[in-house]
């Protein structure tokens, strides 16, 4: 094997991509429906550690603990077990979607 092609990371597969994808996606709504409604004094966030994010730099915490996330997760996407890549998927699903339901009466009326 040359040295150029040892540097190249391998190829993601079909099943991994696929749950990147969606771990993106999700956090993305999960981001943007948590920011909607932290702008309503009428909500808090859930997650500890996130509120701690939220109160010490505002959506720009969000955001940074959402991209450090992502990154971890696109890093490590050959280290870590394909179960392990769809609970944080499933998790980030969960997330986006308590919170649309929270916000949809916001969106609603």
Not at 14 to 20: F, H, P, V
Not at 25 to 39: E, K, P, R, S, V
Not at 90 to 97: E, F, K, N, Q, T
Request: proline share 4%.
């Amino acid at each position: 094997m040359s040295a150029a092609a040892a540097a190249r990371p391998a190829a993601l597969s079909g099943a991994s991509a696929t749950l990147i994808g969606f771990l993106t996606l999700f956090q993305l709504a999960d981001y943007i429906t948590t920011g909607y409604a932290l702008a309503h004094s009428s909500f808090a966030e859930a997650n500890p550690a996130m509120a701690w994010c939220f109160s010490s730099l505002g959506i720009f915490g969000l955001a940074f603990a959402k991209v450090v996330l992502l990154g971890f997760a696109a890093l490590a996407v050959h280290s870590i077990p394909r179960w392990s890549l769809a609970l944080m998927v499933l998790i980030s699903a969960v997330a986006a979607g308590s919170n649309l339901i929270q916000v949809a009466p916001l969106l609603i009326g």
